[in-house]
């Protein structure tokens, strides 16, 4: 009969399968995807600048035309993109120098005395949309000008993987 003390520890033999998936699957990411795979967000056309920040197309092309703001760039067919840092940097520069409006419509913040904004999306069922609904909830925020934090407390790390953070490949044990 085997004594207790010669048989694995649980813990042991969880950790062994772990590190060896977890090295599978570096393996298979690593055939899938280039080493310098990244997601990365589209640019956005002046319009749709323009309604991200409130102000008129216009208003915009007046900037560019002034060399005010970071400079779009220029399609071959005419059409001006900006990325969303352009767009945050463009918030900044109308926050400054804001008349007749509140620096707040362009920056969205907590003026002094609020209390930071804590939204949870919960449910008991699996399956229900709630990693896919913090997602959307969060880039629309995020695209709105807020500053965003995405705290993924599911052990699948969906939401991490959604944003481009592979929990296996990019967080150390």
């Known amino acids: 009969m085997n ?38 967000l589209r640019r956005f056309t002046s319009g749709e600048a323009a309604r991200l920040i409130g102000v008129s197309d216009s208003t915009l092309r007046k900037m560019t035309l002034a060399g005010e703001g970071p400079q779009p760039e220029i399609t071959s067919n005419g059409r001006r993109l900006y990325s969303l840092s352009d767009i945050n940097e463009i918030r900044r520069l109308f926050a400054r120098n804001a008349r007749g409006r509140e620096s707040i ?31 959307h909830l969060g880039q629309y925020l995020a695209l709105q000008g807020y500053r965003v934090l995405a705290i993924d407390l599911d052990p699948q790390a969906s939401l991490s993987a959604l944003l481009g953070v592979l929990p296996e490949m990019h967080v150390g044990h």
Not at 7 to 16: C, E, H, K, M, R
């Open 105 to 135: 419509e362009f920056v969205p913040h907590r003026r002094s005395g609020e209390h930071l904004q804590v939204l949870a999306v919960t449910n008991f069922k699996g399956g229900s949309g709630k990693t896919t609904t913090s997602a």
């Open 3 to 40: 004594n207790r003390s010669e048989l694995p520890n649980v813990d042991d033999v969880i950790g062994a399968h772990a590190d060896l998936l977890g090295s599978q699957l570096h393996t298979i990411s690593e055939a899938l995807f280039p080493p310098a795979a990244s997601k990365a």
